[in-house]
């Protein structure tokens, strides 16, 4: 059957329904039904349909659509606020990668902001009472997450940014921190570093179990041993990071270099170094993980582990989507890596930490 020539009036308002059956010759519960993927209707209509509707611009309506399926088609994202960071400084290329993985599957992306932790399981439920999202991405999962309790009790579909301590029900997609914690290590012993510190996330996340893990796993496979005095957890800011760095310079055998769990952290050791007159780089060496921007533009250059944050959006929204329609959790679980890059704040390791520099660390914690 020839395909009706399209109205040019159509082009100054909505497509609509009728309008694709007038000009495919087909009813219109035929053309709704192809669009819907009903299996009644063939796969040479369903080809049929689509491509007329992408010709003549057709978009369906979101609130027809979600009472004829039961979906908004949106995806739902809280932000906590009352996080040290609010989740800056990579929230906007996260959200980008929602975003144009949303949109590349025709949803969109609902963002609504939180005070605490009760109010974002509030947050929550109100908007899938309101109908504002078919399903949600956690990010920054804790160890044991009260979001994935009650999203998993209710049955709601949700993916996490990460992994969690009970995976159970949990389609994830998540950046391998604890491998690049080991390659840090790998990197800083070729350059002659045994004295190594480490600096810690904040404890109640699970990415910080799993980057003191790949820590420790490379130190005992180089065979060194880690000092205990070296070690420092639950460390999120510059301030934390510096309090942290101050201690553990003050070691009476203090270590000529220092892994952070995270870049913020890491700007802190910056702070210490600088008040102690040491030379990031050559007196003391530093690494990280993150690639926040202001790692690259400090002197020297943060020497860190890069994450593609709008990559990681545009698949988590693909893989929502995925769960929305029902496919098993077991296929919808990805670790990706980070990118490492090397520059100026790790170096050749110093015969020890400069006397000067321990008494002034011995100095400021005292």
């Known amino acids: 059957m020839l395909e009706r020539r399209i109205n040019h009036n159509q082009t100054q308002r ?6 694709m059956s007038e000009a495919l010759g087909l009813t219109k519960s035929t053309v709704s039904r192809a669009l819907n993927g009903y299996a009644d209707i063939s796969d040479a209509t369903r080809l049929r349909v689509t491509r007329m509707a992408e010709k003549m611009g057709y978009r369906p309506l979101s609130h027809a659509q979600a009472i004829r399926t039961g979906r908004t088609k949106s ?6 606020l009352s996080e040290h960071d609010a989740h800056r400084p990579f929230l906007a290329e996260f959200l980008a990668g929602l975003s144009l993985g949303a949109s590349a599957e025709g949803y969109t992306l609902t963002v609504a902001s939180s005070k605490s932790d009760a109010d974002t399981l509030s947050t929550f439920q109100e908007m899938l009472q309101d109908r504002k999202a078919d399903g949600f991405i956690l990010q920054r999962t804790l160890r044991d997450d009260p979001r994935i309790r009650m999203l998993r009790a209710m049955d709601v579909p949700f993916v996490l940014f990460g992994r969690t301590g009970d995976p159970q029900g949990c389609a994830w997609m998540d950046v391998a921190g604890e491998d690049a914690m080991q390659h840090g290590v790998d990197h800083l012993v070729a350059l002659g570093h045994r004295r190594i510190g480490f600096i810690g996330g904040g404890l109640p996340y699970n990415y910080s179990a799993l980057r003191r893990a790949g820590f420790e796993a490379a130190m005992a496979r180089h065979g060194i041993e880690i000092d205990p005095a070296l070690m420092r957890e639950g460390a999120v800011t510059r301030a934390d990071g510096a309090a942290a760095s101050a201690d553990i310079l003050a070691a009476s055998s203090p270590p000529t270099a220092i892994i952070c769990a995270v870049d913020m952290t890491a700007l802190g050791v910056y702070h210490t170094a600088e008040r102690m007159g040491l030379t990031i780089g050559s007196d003391l060496s530093v690494l990280s993980y993150d690639g926040i921007p202001e790692g690259a533009h400090v002197s020297p250059p943060l020497t860190t582990f890069a994450v593609d ?3 990681c959006g545009q698949r988590l929204s693909t893989f929502l989507i995925r769960r929305i329609s029902g496919e098993p959790v ?7 890596t980070a990118k490492f890059l090397d520059r ?3 170096g050749p ?6 006397t000067t520099a321990a008494t002034a660390a011995e100095r400021d914690i005292s």
Do not use: C, H, K, Y
């Open 14 to 19: 909505r497509v609509t329904i009728s309008d």
């Open 75 to 80: 995806l739902g994202l809280v932000i906590q």
């Open 309 to 311: 944050f709008t990559d």
């Open 330 to 336: 077991e296929n919808l679980r990805e670790l990706t």
């Open 344 to 346: 100026g704040s790790t």
């Open 349 to 354: 390791a110093p015969p020890s930490l400069p």
